[in-house]
């Protein structure tokens, strides 16, 4: 997962996919109005039991935590676009590919901002999502080389599920190679 980057536009593609595999509706970069200035969500999913606008933080490093000025932030920005929309229904979420402070932790329970990441919740990290609705990123493919995971993130492509014979093509392997990538996603997708 530290490979989708070197910007977090990938991971905002496979939060949202997490999002979409529990029923909602995802868009990615929605700008939305504060009381005092507008706001990018990374994230916004819509179910009609209420939506969750997220922001996400990935970072390169696996051991990189989020200290407590990350939900301190987030909640700030919910704060202001409640206070300019008083009528949405919906609470914030901050998701992480690495782990949070025990700080932030308390914090964000505190103001009942959702957490997701490596460490927390205990029985549903971020890991164990992308495991139970198989979502994984494209980065997990040993039968792709760096180059080819790196255009198929290009061009938005960043769980294996959306990955299919003509994208393969596309970045010229030849049909030995294609079999081997297909029959590798085929094994991750199917149930054990």
């Known amino acids: 997962m530290y490979k ?32 005092f200035v507008s ?21 390169n490093r696996k051991y990189y935590k989020n ?17 300019a929309n008083p009528g949405l229904n919906f609470k914030y979420a901050l998701i992480s590919n690495t782990q949070f402070s025990e ?6 329970k505190g103001v009942d901002l959702l957490l ?10 971020f890991c164990h999502l ?3 609705y198989r979502i994984y990123p494209i ?6 080389r760096a180059r080819e995971k790196k255009q198929l993130l290009d061009k938005g492509i960043v769980i294996i599920k959306h990955i299919n014979k003509a994208c393969l093509k596309a970045l010229n392997l030849n049909d030995s190679e294609i079999r081997k990538v297909l029959k ?9």
């Open 4 to 35: 989708l980057g070197p910007t977090g536009y990938p991971f905002e593609i496979l939060c949202a996919e997490m999002l979409k595999s529990k029923g909602y509706k995802t868009k990615v970069s929605v700008i939305k109005k504060g009381k």
């Open 39 to 59: 706001h990018e969500v990374d994230v916004v999913a819509t179910r009609p039991d209420g939506d969750i606008y997220c922001e996400c933080k990935f970072h």
């Open 67 to 83: 200290d407590v000025k990350i939900p301190l932030y987030v909640h700030a920005r919910y704060l202001d676009i409640k206070e």
């Open 103 to 108: 700080d932030a932790i308390k914090y964000a």
């Open 116 to 125: 997701f990441s490596m460490n927390y919740p205990k029985k549903n990290t």
């Open 130 to 132: 992308i495991q139970r």
């Open 139 to 144: 980065t997990v493919l040993s039968t792709l």
């Open 184 to 192: 590798e996603v085929k094994v991750l997708m199917s149930k054990e």
